[in-house]
């Protein structure tokens, strides 16, 4: 039977991450930069519903100096009977290779312990990504080792609903971490500008249900890829998706509740000299059709050209949060806005 597990989390969402995690967890053991240690002893399969988790693992501790001591006949048992119950909630053709990752995975030790695994569990080794994955790390008190099992075949953060992706899309848990932020409601009339492959709306509709909700996007392929990714999502019904400028929306005044973008951050999709232009533009426009106390959830990696931006528009957005994270090795900044009662 498992009773501990860990979660891999963003960096600079742990508080949000831990909120979910609270809710089902029965005791949090231990919170780190990036990861947060529990005990759960409900249905493997509520874990997998975790939307700010980047992956899940079973966590196992064995009190032995040295990864050999780990092919013994007990230990290995105990491995092989996690790996099982792990897999026990999946249909049976869901896990068909192995791998084993730890530092030095190359060593005789290392391939001998994933060739006893995969053979004992009917799997295929190997070097690649494996379905089952087994993660060997020194424990934190170097006196023993932690063996981790993921318990979905692709980590948590690759929505099966993902058939389209954009260049510089949005991380999944992440997109979920900002719609939290946006307090749901089922009320909530949600515009998401520069929408590209859909992410945030797709969190947010996954969270709670809205009243209206408007993906809008110059580009026709990005809207033709969030149009693919909501239909997987099931959404599709639920999204209006509309080619208009962020800068010139088709919308009354005070029309939405909430607003979220992806902002372009001139790398990967657009460029600095555009967005001189496009922020202060996109953050006007926003405040004309946002209610009075609306919520806005911008991410940028311009986070100089965002404070700037935000700091000349202070009559009408207050700022509730602004968080640093961190994902693919960048840093951008989540920004996340209250419209004032100011009316220009």
Do not use: K
């Amino acid at each position: 039977m498992l009773y501990w597990f860990e979660a891999e989390i963003l960096p600079g969402i742990e508080p949000l991450a831990l909120a979910e995690l609270r809710r089902i967890a029965d005791d949090i053991d231990h919170v780190g930069a990036g990861a947060v240690r529990f005990r759960f002893t409900g249905a493997l399969s509520t874990l997998s519903t975790l939307r700010m988790s980047t992956t899940i693992y079973a966590l196992g501790r064995f009190a032995e100096p040295r990864p050999r001591a780990l092919l013994g006949h007990a230990n290995l048992q105990r491995i092989v009977d996690a790996c099982q119950h792990v897999r026990a909630g999946w249909p049976a053709a869901t896990f068909t290779t192995l791998r084993v990752s730890a530092a030095g995975e190359n060593s005789t030790v290392m391939r001998r312990l994933r060739d006893e695994l995969a053979g004992q569990l009917g799997l295929i080794a190997t070097d690649g990504d494996g379905d089952l994955l087994v993660r060997l790390r020194r424990a934190d008190d170097a006196d023993g080792w932690d063996v981790l099992i993921r318990l979905t075949p692709r980590p948590l953060a690759s929505r099966a609903w993902r058939r389209c992706s954009r260049p510089g899309a949005l991380a999944a848990p992440l997109a979920a971490a900002m719609m939290e932020l946006t307090e749901p409601s089922p009320s909530d009339v949600v515009v998401n500008l520069c929408c590209g492959s859909a992410t945030l709306l797709i969190e947010r509709g996954a969270r709670a249900p809205w009243n209206t909700a408007w993906g809008i996007d110059l580009d026709a392929d990005a809207l033709a890829c969030a149009s693919e990714n909501l239909t997987a999502a099931g959404m599709h019904a639920r999204v209006h998706l509309a080619a208009h400028d962020a800068r010139a929306l088709p919308f009354d005044d005070e029309y939405a509740s909430v607003i979220c973008a992806d902002l372009p951050y001139g790398r990967l999709v657009g460029s600095h000299h555009d967005n001189l232009q496009l922020y202060p533009a996109l953050i006007t426009e926003a405040a004309r059709i946002a209610r009075p106390r609306a919520r806005m959830a911008l991410i940028s990696h311009e986070v100089r050209l965002l404070e700037q931006t935000l700091q000349r528009a202070a009559a009408w957005w207050r700022v509730r949060q602004w968080l640093r994270v961190r994902v693919s090795g960048m840093t951008p900044v989540v920004a996340v806005l209250e419209r004032t009662d100011h009316r220009a």
